[in-house]
């Protein structure tokens, strides 16, 4: 892929904007699919009413993960139970039932499937939203005939077996009989379940930044990278990743991307996308900024490993009294060959 093909991949979306959808009693909006990310991973940002039990189910073909922006929530996945709030991260391997409650909001967070697909499952069973707000009751809008016959086009058994997704027993509050004290053996996938508390996974000093390591190619099967990196505020140099996607989820500040001749203004919410091939860079204009990176395939992990240092604290490290010199630079520029990427400074 050349330069010019890539940057007609890239494309950016504001907090809010989306295709959002009425989806049971929650909004979901669809930031991006499969056909954006090279069919890799897509991203749903979901907002859940309290109270709000996702049915025990399961996906054939996807792993799901979750970040939670908004709300507290307790999610059982196989034999775990995790406690999440704003900063929390938890990963969902396919092939095990899992559920969640939301025990304080509304609760808003993002869906990570990997790879892509059940965005359609969502489109199949929801419906276009009236306003970027949770849904009124069926009381107050029921379904006029239009959109009812569209819902029973296909019959939800159909819908569940081409989308790979079952619902295996009800929400919380009425678990199936293993999760009332049985044990359930622990399978490989199984295992693969983890959550991680904001703050939590490994901490690195990385060129000016703290990048906090939440997920790699060993827990993603390769299909992505997934960083939380705190950025004070300044200019990142300008480069190019020729093995890997790059996107940016902005969790706060204010920051300003380059992508191509792009020119993004970007705030909490914000979604960009970056493709191989293409030069980018961004500026924090206010900070310190909180940043989802995303990075597909996985492997830009090692990168960080090779350029960065174990973090002392979980703060930003000590700032350098002066810019590189070009000796440390070219050393850079020689790590970042070595991954597949190029510093254009």
Same mark, same amino acid.
């Given at each position: ?14 907090? @809010? ?28 940002? !979901?907002?859940?009413?309290?109270? #709000? ?43 095990? *039932?899992?559920?969640?409650? $939301? ?13 892509? @697909? ?23 809008? *029921? ?106 989820? !902005? ?7 380059? $992508? ?5 203004? #970007?705030? #909490?919410?914000?979604? !960009?996308?970056?493709?191989?091939? !293409? ?31 174990? #973090? ?34």
């Amino acid at each position: 892929m050349n330069e010019e093909d890539g940057a007609g991949r890239t494309f950016w979306l504001a907090g @809010g904007e989306g295709n959002a959808r009425w989806w049971g009693g929650g909004l979901a909006t669809i930031k991006t699919t499969g056909r954006e990310t090279d069919d890799l991973y897509s991203i749903v940002e !979901v907002l859940e009413p309290q109270g #709000a039990q996702a049915p025990l189910h399961l996906h054939r073909k996807e792993d799901e993960a979750f970040w939670i922006l908004e709300g507290e929530m307790t999610f059982r996945i196989g034999e775990q139970t995790i406690k999440a709030r704003p900063g929390s991260f938890v990963s969902g391997p396919k092939d095990v *039932p899992h559920t969640y409650t $939301v025990d304080s909001g509304p609760a808003r967070l993002l869906f990570l499937l990997s790879p892509p @697909g059940f965005e359609g499952f969502i489109e199949a069973i929801s419906k276009p939203a009236k306003a970027r707000t949770l849904p009124p009751s069926e009381s107050e809008d *029921p379904p006029d005939e239009d959109e009812a016959d569209e819902t029973e086009s296909e019959s939800f058994a159909v819908l569940e077996a081409r989308y790979g997704c079952e619902i295996v027993g009800p929400p919380p509050g009425h678990q199936p009989q293993w999760e009332q004290g049985q044990e359930k053996p622990m399978n490989e996938e199984t295992a693969r379940a983890y959550g991680l508390e904001e703050g939590e996974g490994e901490a690195r000093w990385w060129l000016g930044g703290l990048a906090t390591i939440k997920a790699t190619g060993k827990e993603t099967g390769g299909l992505y990278t997934l960083l939380e990196v705190l950025e004070p505020e300044g200019e990142a140099p300008l480069h190019v990743h020729h093995r890997e996607d790059e996107a940016f989820w !902005v969790l706060e500040g204010e920051v300003t991307f380059e $992508v191509g001749e792009e020119k993004i203004k #970007a705030s #909490a919410g914000s979604f !960009v996308f970056g493709p191989k091939d !293409v030069p980018h860079t961004y500026t924090v204009d206010s900070g310190p900024a909180r940043i989802l990176f995303l990075l597909s395939p996985a492997g830009f992990e090692e990168f960080i490993y090779a350029t960065s240092e174990p #973090a002392k604290e979980r703060t930003l490290p000590p700032q350098p009294e002066g810019p590189p010199s070009e000796a440390e630079m070219e050393e850079l520029r020689a790590i970042a060959r070595q991954y597949g990427g190029e510093l254009l400074v």
